[in-house]
């Protein structure tokens, strides 16, 4: 047994910034005595780097998570790669390339696949021995939100992995069928299969000695690792194709649409399901309808610095706002009718207002209470001021169903949140927090809406669209369309054939999922940069409006009868 680490000895100026680095790995047997000390041959792989975890995969090299001195402050770094004698094989600095990495946790498998915890995409990133991306292995799990500790059990082949905010640990059944790790083909010893989390980590000993006791064996057997793949893609809501295959989206031919719309040369008729509960408004669309994706107009909107959230309403107005101040009533014209300024202070309320059956608006006020704006903009009346302790509202939607308020919210002292229901007389129906194995489901909910079967379909804080039924049992979570891709989403909404549509801030699109989370396609704006973050769909006129950055409103033809 030998220890090994790294130590770069920097040396400061007196303006705090660090003048020469050079790294060294040193390898300690077990009683703690030096016996080896190696300077690496390349040794701009250690140069400007902060070492906080190292390990040693199974052919020998050693594998460290650094920080980036030059960067420190935005946490970004680099995974580094010596063989056993210090030379340099690779370094990895995240997916895809050039994108930012911010390293945390380390630790290699029986398969010798490299694990690395990544803080700015809150997952567990896979790379094979030789530092090729495999894939994202957990995308903002539950309960941990934020994976930052990994460490793998080589007896039972579990997975442990730690959260950085949430003191929370997770251990996951990782690898199954051990026999075949002793097989020396590697085409065996690739049918491994990687399996979700097990149960509840209530508490934490009696549920590590449930996990310690269960088998490790399978029950069922995998014929090759791309069922791996595919167990992980379904478990996220994920498209059971391959990314090459995803449905892609072609330039429209006339110079005047701006948008890149989905192939339209074979028509896509679409169902609205049969268990679906569509809303008064809905009724109205016929029982087949086409997908028909046509840019028919765009609104330069003054007096607001970004447009976060949007709510349509059937006289032709709108409701918006921006960050994190006033919100407005337009007209097409950009004429502002009526201005709310009593919003809370330095707090993301991007989808904080919605309107109710009566085209009342409804929305979080500046001491934190859910008010509600009579149509003639005259009367004010609270419906909700008294919270659960310890928890802030953070955004409001008015189901037209059931005739009741979802309210997203947000602990104060813990990193994760809640969705609640109420009464329209303010009490409370209902409390959704945790999925089937006692996990949080949420972080931060930044958007809520109602799918019309009745699911409750949540933007949580830039992570991950989480998706439950009305009773409040997890169905999935959505963040991105392979498990080679990840997913920002911002505002969400539904349309009338039950499918989920939410702005991404990675592929600066529109994602287009159904009910049951499988990936349908992309809306995109042919330009080299679409800021979007606000999103609505209006059941009047079956258009979808999407608002952005940069105070732009672009109003979609979505859907038309057969």
């Known amino acids: 047994m030998s220890i090994s680490t790294v130590f770069p000895p920097p040396k400061m100026t007196d303006k705090y910034r660090f003048e020469k680095r050079e790294g060294k790995i040193f390898r300690f047997n077990k009683n703690g005595l030096l016996t080896e000390t190696t300077f690496p041959n390349e040794k701009e792989l250690y140069l400007s780097c902060i070492p906080k975890f190292i390990t040693e995969n199974n052919n020998g090299d050693v594998v460290i998570s650094a920080l980036n001195i030059t960067s420190f402050e935005d946490q970004s770094g680099v995974v580094i790669v010596a063989n056993q004698h210090g030379k340099g094989k690779f370094l990895y600095k995240g997916y895809p390339r050039g994108s930012d990495l911010r390293p945390r946790g380390i630790c290699t498998d029986a398969l010798s696949h490299i694990l690395v915890c990544d803080l700015k995409t809150h997952s567990v990133q896979m790379l094979d021995k030789d530092g090729k991306f495999l894939s994202y292995l957990l995308i903002r799990p539950p309960g941990i939100f934020t994976p930052s500790s990994l460490f793998y059990d080589s007896k039972t082949h579990h997975l442990w992995v730690g959260s950085i905010d949430r003191n929370t640990v997770c251990v996951y059944r990782y690898l199954s069928r051990p026999g075949y790790l002793a097989d020396k083909k590697p085409a065996t010893a690739e049918k491994v299969r990687l399996l979700k989390e097990t149960n509840k980590p ?20 995998v014929d090759n690792w791309l069922s791996f793949r595919m167990t992980i893609e379904r478990h996220h809501g994920r498209n059971k194709d391959t990314p090459s295959s995803l449905k892609s989206l072609r330039e429209s031919d006339e110079t005047e649409n701006l948008l890149e719309e989905w192939n339209q040369s074979s028509a896509k008729v679409m169902k609205p399901s049969s268990n679906s509960k569509l809303s008064p408004e809905a009724v109205e669309c016929p029982q087949q309808l086409i997908l028909s994706i046509k840019l028919s107009k765009y609104l330069t909107v003054t007096g607001v610095n970004q447009i976060r959230h949007i709510c349509c309403m059937k006289s032709g107005l709108f409701w918006i706002n921006d960050d994190y101040k006033d919100i407005m ?50 009367k004010t009346t609270v419906i909700i001021q008294n919270w659960i302790h310890g928890w802030k509202p953070s955004c409001v939607y008015w189901s037209p169903t059931s005739d009741s308020l979802l309210v997203g919210m947000r602990s104060i002292r813990l990193n994760c949140g809640m969705v609640t229901r109420y009464k329209p007389t303010g009490e409370l129906k209902q409390v959704i927090r945790y999925d089937n194995n006692r996990l949080e489901l949420y972080r931060n909910p930044c958007f809520i809406t109602e799918n019309n079967n009745g699911d409750i379909v949540v933007s949580d804080s830039g992570t991950a669209v989480v998706v439950t039924d009305h009773k409040g049992k997890d169905r999935f979570s959505y963040t991105g369309p392979s498990s080679m891709s990840r997913l920002e989403p911002r505002g969400i909404c539904t349309d009338p054939l039950s499918n989920i549509l939410v702005c991404d801030n990675v592929s600066e699109s529109v994602h287009v999922i159904d009910k049951d989370g499988q990936f349908q396609f992309l809306l995109r704006l042919k330009k080299d940069k679409w800021d979007i973050f606000g999103l609505s769909y209006n059941v009047h006129s079956k258009q979808l409006w999407i608002g952005s950055q940069d105070s732009k409103i672009y109003v979609l033809r979505y859907l038309k009868k057969k």
Request: negative net charge; charged residues 25%; without cysteine.
């Open 202 to 221: 209530v508490d934490l000993n009696e549920f590590l000695q449930h996990l310690m006791s269960s088998p490790v064996l399978s029950e069922n057997p």
């Open 329 to 378: 009533l337009k007209n097409v014209h950009d004429d502002t009718l009526h201005k709310i300024s009593d919003r809370p202070e330095k707090e993301d309320s991007s989808g904080s207002f919605t309107i109710n059956n009566e085209h009342e608006l409804i929305y979080i006020s500046k001491n934190l209470s859910v008010e509600k704006l009579s149509t003639e903009l005259t």
